[in-house]
């Protein structure tokens, strides 16, 4: 069964500080692995989109990273801000059929404090 | 450029009432999306569209219908609305689907409330 997992459910951080959010899938055929940034009440922003010869990505202070052989993908976050507090979610594309389809993690919460 | 559109914002429906979700993008693209987020789960796909005129079920479609007469518009019908169907509904378009140069952009969001 296809599925995305993400961990932990939810996060508190204080301003100023790292922290890393973790994407396990089995997504099979893999296509691509992407990142979403979701603020309450919003709809999810795309951070990073990344294929299987992408080992690393960044956005600013957000640094995606992909193993595609144990399947696994994690989120940075540097030097956390206010604005960083919302929830972060993986989508893993596969393509079945001929079309792509999008599989969606249940995301992390994420709050910043000052 | 004003990108996915979505309306109402919120609504609250009594049960067995019918209502119809607008989505509108102005970024030409082929492909548009609904999906509904409930408490805690991921984003499950109701209905998508690869173009005019060209509408699919996705994982959750009882309930729901959709049309899609013009590349812009991509209204949601629930008819005899369910407490089931409380939910917070997404519409997204993408210019193709799925690959990775293809971004998937998502509305602000339609809470939807049934009692």
């Known amino acids: 069964k296809n599925q995305v997992e993400q961990s932990p459910q939810s996060l508190i951080i204080l301003e100023g500080k790292n922290c890393t959010l973790q994407c396990n899938y089995t997504v099979s055929p893999f296509s691509n692995l992407r990142w979403y940034k979701q603020d309450t009440g919003r709809g999810p922003v795309s951070l990073t989109i990344?294929?299987?010869?992408?080992n690393t990505k960044s956005n600013g202070r957000y640094t995606a990273t992909l193993d595609a052989d144990t399947k696994q993908s994690s989120l940075h976050i540097t030097a956390s801000q206010l604005s960083d507090s919302a929830s972060y979610i993986c989508v893993v594309s596969a393509r079945i059929s001929g079309t792509y389809k999008y599989i969606f993690g249940t995301g992390t919460r994420l709050k910043v404090l000052a | 450029n004003a990108g996915v559109t979505q309306t109402p914002k919120f609504r609250i429906l009594k049960i067995g009432q019918s209502m119809t979700l607008q989505c509108t993008q102005d970024?030409?693209?082929?492909?548009m999306y609904w999906y509904r987020q409930d408490p805690g789960m991921g984003l499950k796909l109701i209905y998508y569209s690869v173009g005019a005129g060209i509408t699919d079920k996705g994982e959750v479609p009882n309930g729901y219908n959709v049309s899609r007469s013009t590349t812009e518009d991509f209204p949601l019908r629930l008819e005899l609305a369910a407490p089931s169907q409380t939910s917070v509904y997404f519409c997204?378009?993408?210019?193709?689907?799925?690959?990775?140069?293809?971004?998937?952009?998502f509305g602000p969001g339609t809470r939807l409330t049934v009692t």
């Open positions: 970024m030409n693209h082929n492909y």
């Open positions: 997204a378009s993408s210019y193709e689907s799925g690959g990775p140069s293809y971004e998937q952009y």
């Open positions: 990344m294929t299987f010869s992408e």
